[in-house]
């Protein structure tokens, strides 16, 4: 397993961007696919995009596509998440996660049993 560190989060108007990031602690970054996900208030968790270890391959859920764009740095152990055009319904704990498994597929990384890592989550509040 990694540590995982959030941050970035915060409230926004309906309409603007956040850009939440998320710092692993680990030698081999690189090797690791990364995820977000999010769980608002009474809801379950869902998936929110994947990236793979060198970025090439991404994958979205159809609520935030378009929208959101997932991304990496693997010199700097971070995975980022930009979120324009921000809804209420975007209102969440949004939280990192990581897995070192290698199945080239990028939709096989929607499901959060897929992912052995987790971080502890950082808050996006988006006000009407």
């Known amino acids: 397993q990694v540590q995982l560190v959030e941050s970035g989060g915060g409230l926004v108007q309906a309409g603007g961007s956040l850009r939440v990031s998320c710092v692993a602690s680990?030698?081999?970054?690189?090797?690791?696919?990364m995820g977000w996900f999010r769980q608002a208030p009474g809801k379950e968790r869902e998936f929110v995009a994947t990236?793979?270890?060198?970025?090439?391959?991404?994958y979205y859920a159809d609520s935030v596509k378009g929208r959101f764009t997932i991304s990496r740095d693997n010199a700097k152990n971070t995975v980022y998440l930009q979120m324009n055009s921000l809804k209420p319904e975007d209102t969440a704990v949004y939280y990192c996660?990581?897995?070192?498994?290698?199945?080239?597929?990028?939709?096989?990384?929607?499901?959060?049993?897929?992912?052995?890592?987790w971080g502890q989550g950082t808050a996006v509040t988006v006000s009407s």
């Open positions: 996660t990581a897995t070192r498994t290698g199945i080239p597929v990028m939709s096989y990384y929607s499901r959060g049993e897929r992912y052995d890592s």
């Open positions: 680990t030698g081999t970054f690189s090797n690791y696919v």
């Open positions: 990236i793979s270890w060198n970025g090439m391959g991404t």
